[in-house]
């Protein structure tokens, strides 16, 4: 049996990035950039009006004030959109917010601190160089990195891409999620009235709703009898750039096939059983077509640690996802550990003003799902650590 450590050291052996596509930008919600993207113009892409007010050169107001205002001639209008290459200097103009500036304005000056006679403008107080101004690349700079890999296109990023002109992305390839349940004893959660003797399958729909909400193509395969030859068949006829998650039979019952049925199917199996708790029959293999297998114990808890700690391991392989950070806080819990590896424990963290702290909840057994409707994230007991004190210091994980 291998450490948690690791296991992770092998997966990230495993799992190596995805191929790039080429995505228009409104078709990559949800899909990873697979490259830094940087700014091709500068925006903005000149000197505009930060208002509707008055152009002005920052010296002719030096003494302007309330009881001997400065009065200038106003001989141009400019909207937002125009072009006016040539402007006199020695008199204002009147430009509107994002209109272009004539090069030698150095400041505007808002309508309402103005007064408007004939064809000329008093001000009545002096400017500061730039103000009201938006100057060109004060936004972004040619060059300068906008979007980072690794990072998933949401809509705010749409609306930074738009205001370069840039309209198409290199995005990795999303792998296809297929989760299976395994088990005569499920029953689908939304089939009516409980069988005697059966338990509703509660642990694809975590799942098919974890893979979802990373804005993953994720479809739910179905309930697997304990039927070994039907389960290595769909292995076999399974399609490339997949990743499949079974929830179950991967023990050492009687009925716990899925071992055996990677064998079937000459799938190579990286480990089987890691030092954890809960969660330790954790199973993960690479198919022959090079999609990846990862085998989650039954129990729902255990489910749960294998998506989080080691699905998403790889998921962070193949896309260049960040891993989800990792924080730290102060218990308000004592805990005893009961054995010498690594430990997942529900949790829930409250930030205090200052500092995190975290209550260890009670119902830590892998089959208890009232506490896990209850936590907000994972405390993460490495192999060295035999207890959790009062005040103690926590690593901790938020769920996402």
Not at 1 to 19: N, P, T, V
Not at 36 to 44: E, L
């Amino acid at each position: 049996m291998i450490s948690f450590k690791e296991a992770i050291s092998i997966i990230d052996g495993a799992s190596k990035s995805l191929k790039t596509i080429k995505c228009d930008i409104l078709e990559s919600l949800g899909m990873i950039c697979s490259e830094n993207i940087k700014a091709k113009i500068n925006v903005p892409s000149f000197d505009n009006s930060a208002m509707d007010g008055y152009g002005v050169k920052t010296a002719w107001l030096a003494n302007a004030t309330h009881s001997t205002p400065i009065k200038i001639e106003k001989k141009k209008i400019i909207a937002a959109g125009d072009f006016e290459p040539i402007q006199d200097e020695n008199a204002t103009c009147h430009i509107m917010t994002g209109a272009k500036c004539p090069t030698w304005v150095e400041a505007v000056v808002p309508i309402e601190k103005t007064k408007i006679d004939d064809t000329f403008v008093s001000f009545f107080e002096p400017v500061k160089h730039s103000e009201n101004l938006r100057r060109i690349g004060e936004d972004s700079k040619i060059g300068e990195i906008l979007i980072n890999k690794g990072t998933m296109i949401k809509p705010e990023h749409i609306m930074v891409l738009a205001s370069q002109g840039i309209n198409e992305i290199a995005v990795f390839e999303k792998p296809k999620i297929k989760i299976i349940a395994t088990g005569n004893e499920l029953q689908p959660y939304n089939s009516g009235e409980l069988e005697n003797g059966k338990i509703y399958n509660s642990n694809a729909p975590y799942l098919l709703s974890k893979a979802k909400h990373l804005g993953l193509d994720a479809e739910f395969v179905g309930i697997f009898q304990d039927d070994i030859s039907k389960f290595a068949d769909f292995l076999d006829r399974n399609t490339h750039n997949s990743i499949i998650i079974s929830s179950g039979a991967v023990s050492a019952g009687l009925w716990d096939f899925v071992p055996e049925a990677l064998k079937l199917v000459g799938a190579k199996v990286h480990f089987h059983k890691v030092n954890i708790r809960p969660g330790k029959p954790i199973l993960f293999a690479t198919l022959k077509n090079g999609s990846l297998f990862f085998g989650l114990p039954g129990n729902p808890i255990s489910s749960a640690i294998g998506f989080e700690f080691f699905v998403k391991q790889a998921l962070s392989n193949l896309m260049a996802i960040e891993p989800t950070q990792d924080f730290v806080s102060i218990s308000n819990s004592k805990f005893a550990k009961k054995f010498k590896g690594t430990q997942f424990l529900k949790a829930k963290t409250l930030f205090q003003g200052k500092y995190f702290e975290t209550e260890i909840l009670n119902g830590q057994e892998s089959f208890k799902i009232k506490p896990f409707g209850e936590a907000n994230s994972w405390v993460i007991l490495d192999e060295d650590v035999t207890e959790i004190a009062l005040s103690q210091m926590l690593q901790f994980k938020f769920f996402n």
